[in-house]
């Protein structure tokens, strides 16, 4: 927790409606972002994504499972946050526990669409191989090393990076006998798929302190933060999800206004990790 004078606050706040923030930053811009992919050889993709002092991790492992009897044409995506007690002293305990379940919830509703899947950014279909027999489930497992605000943008941005990591092997289904029967499937061991990120989406998270709203907040900025919209808009310019924190209430009208921030912000925000997501690749490709 972020212990703040009465002096600093109002200077922070003073910084903000001057669109002057602590760091020299304007309202509505980022921090550097730093990207790493195949940081975890066991799994099928990960990342590292490094926004200013925020430190995070994300992997994706594939496995082989059967589909939902009420979704029989999708496949499965499970997301798990983890706070390292060591990223800050409020992560101990109980505190790191609560925070985990409500950043998870707050990707799968991000990334994940409704409970149909539909407007997903991480598209369920796309993971079937046999409808109704055969799926795959991606496991994405989220770690959080060092925290200096704005975690759900970071790690939604390393979830982003992790799949444009991911393989997944190539499979082939033979035919069950008949219905009631488990189809049997062949994995390669030598050819893969590369996961398909076009219409994975970035978050932006518009904070609000006193008159005004900001992105990429750092751990002081919101300690002063009245509420939080976090909006994931993908490189078509769609909505995927929306999420609020904060108890204070917002007017319809500004929440909209919210959004057209958002998607104006999203598109930087796209070019600039896709940028350092394909850096990263390259590194990786010339490495020995």
């Given at each position: 927790m972020v212990g703040l004078s009465v002096g600093e606050?109002?200077?922070?706040?003073?910084?903000?409606?001057?669109d002057l923030r602590n760091d020299g930053r304007k309202r509505l811009t980022y921090r550097p972002i730093y990207?790493?992919?195949?940081v975890i050889p066991q799994a099928n993709?990960?990342?590292?994504?490094?926004?200013?002092?925020?430190?995070?991790?994300?992997?994706?492992?594939?496995?082989?499972?059967?589909?939902?009897v009420s979704h029989p044409d999708q496949g499965k995506v499970y997301i798990y946050v983890e706070c390292s007690p060591t990223a800050e002293p409020s992560f101990e305990r109980r505190g790191g526990d609560e925070l985990s379940t409500e950043l998870s919830i707050a990707l799968e509703r991000s990334l994940?669409?409704?409970?149909?899947?539909?407007?997903?950014?991480?598209n369920p279909a796309s993971l079937?191989?046999?409808?109704?027999?055969?799926?795959?489930?991606?496991?994405?497992?989220?770690?959080?090393?060092?925290?200096?605000?704005?975690?759900l943008d970071a790690l939604g941005a390393a979830i982003k990076a992790?799949?444009?990591?991911?393989?997944?092997?190539?499979?082939?289904?033979?035919?069950?006998?008949?219905?009631?029967?488990?189809?049997d499937v062949d994995v390669s061991d030598e050819e893969f798929l590369q996961f398909d990120t076009s219409g994975v989406p970035v978050i932006v998270t518009l904070t609000k302190v006193g008159r005004h709203y900001i992105v990429d907040a750092t751990s002081e900025e919101e300690s002063l933060m009245?509420?939080?919209?976090?909006?994931?808009?993908?490189?078509?310019?769609?909505?995927?999800?929306?999420?609020?924190?904060?108890?204070?209430?917002?007017?319809?009208?500004?929440?909209?206004?919210?959004?057209?921030?958002?998607?104006?912000?999203?598109?930087?925000?796209?070019?600039?990790?896709?940028?350092?997501?394909?850096?990263?690749?390259r590194a990786n490709e010339e490495e020995p």
């Amino acid at each position: 927790m972020v212990g703040l004078s009465v002096g600093e606050k109002n200077f922070i706040k003073g910084g903000i409606a001057q669109d002057l923030r602590n760091d020299g930053r304007k309202r509505l811009t980022y921090r550097p972002i730093y990207v790493e992919t195949g940081v975890i050889p066991q799994a099928n993709g990960s990342a590292r994504v490094k926004l200013g002092e925020t430190d995070v991790i994300a992997s994706v492992k594939a496995e082989l499972g059967k589909p939902r009897v009420s979704h029989p044409d999708q496949g499965k995506v499970y997301i798990y946050v983890e706070c390292s007690p060591t990223a800050e002293p409020s992560f101990e305990r109980r505190g790191g526990d609560e925070l985990s379940t409500e950043l998870s919830i707050a990707l799968e509703r991000s990334l994940l669409g409704g409970k149909s899947g539909a407007g997903a950014g991480i598209n369920p279909a796309s993971l079937l191989i046999k409808e109704g027999k055969v799926c795959w489930d991606l496991y994405v497992d989220c770690l959080v090393i060092s925290s200096d605000g704005n975690l759900l943008d970071a790690l939604g941005a390393a979830i982003k990076a992790a799949l444009s990591n991911t393989g997944i092997p190539r499979v082939q289904v033979r035919e069950a006998a008949s219905s009631d029967e488990q189809a049997d499937v062949d994995v390669s061991d030598e050819e893969f798929l590369q996961f398909d990120t076009s219409g994975v989406p970035v978050i932006v998270t518009l904070t609000k302190v006193g008159r005004h709203y900001i992105v990429d907040a750092t751990s002081e900025e919101e300690s002063l933060m009245s509420s939080a919209v976090s909006i994931s808009v993908n490189r078509h310019g769609m909505i995927c999800g929306l999420t609020k924190r904060g108890g204070a209430g917002l007017d319809p009208s500004v929440i909209l206004d919210m959004i057209s921030v958002a998607k104006h912000v999203s598109e930087q925000l796209l070019n600039k990790l896709d940028s350092e997501i394909e850096a990263a690749e390259r590194a990786n490709e010339e490495e020995p």
